[in-house]
Structures are given as structure tokens and as C-alpha cells.
């Protein structure tokens, strides 16, 4: 089990429940895949100490055998392929799938696979040959062909669909969706259905939706990101004057994080089909 405040590992086993930690030079961990040896596991991170990527940590030793390059928000992991010789990490930030291939520990991810908005969990099949990723703005589950490191079409699930668990038997996936308070029980063999891929909003149509509220951002440099009580917004777009993100009336907080700036939490109060504007030379670097 990894633990995102501090660097330990924890240990479960399953035979007696007993709780043991894994010392040693590993990062703090949003997510962990390990493999089907029990010799490796593979950490995801995102802090501001370590920065972002993925640790690849030997746990006989324990020792660290690489740091992975990550992205913004990178969160849980999954090994699959043929030979298990593919690691899938899902980017919340980034609406992708990064896919590592673990026979070399020193080289980007092979490619990005875009799937649904806010990607969080992730799980494989039993067979290896799929990947299943939950779409939390989205309320489904992206289906990945491991083959071919496509996507197959996606699942319908709940509302904030957040992490996800295939069955021992491999007949069942298991969502749970977070702003609902349920789990969604998804036959595998269920067909997914095609879907559009990285929708966004204009300002107009954001406007138009009565359970959101509008941010605009003005005068930051590029490569912002902006978060509403910790979730990425449902949708953003990049416009001429800034950056247009819509969030849940309900947001209390946004939370900035731009190059150059201090990481901002600023107190929002918008309303459904409300704007509040956020300007950068307002902030201090």
C-alpha cells in the first residue's frame, strides 16, 4: 500500500492481517502496481518535493531501480500485456494513459492514450489484454486494447466514477462512483460503446449548463492548471484573454498551479451559470 504524505510502504498479509512497512528509498505514492512476482512495485507520484513521475522500487531490498518521467496528476497504475510487460498510469490532469514498457526503466512512456475526463483508477483485466480506466468527470470506464494500446469504446458507470476492480473470476468490473455513494457491478463481457474523446466547452455552452459555474484566468503565463477543491474541472478550454474552466457551483476553493507562481488556493463563490474572473498580475510570485 503506498502513502502519499510519507515515504514507507505499507505491507498487508492476507494470510493473518497483519500490517508490516516497507522502509527504504521509495516516494510517496498516489498509486502502486506491483508485479505478479511480488518483486517490483511501481509507485506514481505527484509532490512538490519529488516532482512528478513514476518510482520503480525493488522490494527485497528495498531499493529504488529508476524514477520514471510523469505527468501533472499522474494517479493509479496497472501492469498488462502479454508478459506484463506494460505499465498504464492514468494522467488526471491530462485526460491520457501513459504507457511504459518496463523492459528498459530509463525512457519516457511509449505513448499517451487518450481516454475520458478526470482518468483515475485504473485495473487490468485477468487475461492482461485489457485495461480498464474510470472517468470521473465523465461517470464511465475507458476500455484500453492492450494489443494494440487503443481505446475500445468505454462502460457506463456512476457519477464520479473513481476507482475500479475487476473480479478474480475476470466476469465482473467493479466501479465505485464517488458522488453518488454506490459501486456499479459491469459484466466484462459487456460491449463498450463508442464514445467522443476529450470533449470540451465554450464559454457560451458552459454558461448554458445550470450546475456549473464559470472561472476566466487572465495574465498567467503558460502551462496553467487549475483544480476546483482538489478535482480538475469538468472542462477547460484555452481562449485568446486566458483560460476557461467550468466546476460544480458547489466549488468552494480553486486551486492554481502555474510556472513561476506560488500554488494558490483562492475562495470562489459562483453560482450556477456565474463567471468570476482571476487575474495573474493580482497574484504574487
Known sequence: MAHYSYNPLTRIDTTDNTVS??????????????????????????????????????LAGPALLADLPGEDLNWSAAIAGDADNFLYVANTARNTVSVYDLSSLQ?????????????RGVAASVDRKKVYVANLSDGDVSVIDTTSNTVQGRLTAGAGAYDVAVSPDGTYLFVSNSFEGTISAIPTATPPAAAAQGTMATAASSSEDPGLGL????????????????????????????????????TRELFLFCPGYRNRAVPVSVGAGETVVLDGQLLPE
Open 21 to 58: 512497512q516497507v522502509p527504504g528509498p521509495v516516494r510517496p505514492g498516489q498509486g502502486i502496481a506491483i508485479d505478479r512476482a511480488g518483486a517490483t512495485a511501481y509507485l506514481t507520484y505527484y509532490t512538490f518535493y519529488f516532482g512528478k513521475g513514476v518510482a520503480a522500487v525493488e
Open 107 to 119: 525512457q519516457p512512456p511509449l505513448l499517451a492514450v487518450p481516454v475520458g475526463s478526470g482518468p
Open 215 to 250: 472561472a476566466l484566468l487572465r495574465g498567467f503565463p503558460p502551462g496553467c492548471r487549475v483544480y476546483a477543491d482538489g478535482e480538475i474541472p469538468r472542462r477547460e478550454e484555452q481562449f485568446e484573454e486566458g483560460l476557461s474552466v467550468s466546476f460544480p457551483s458547489e
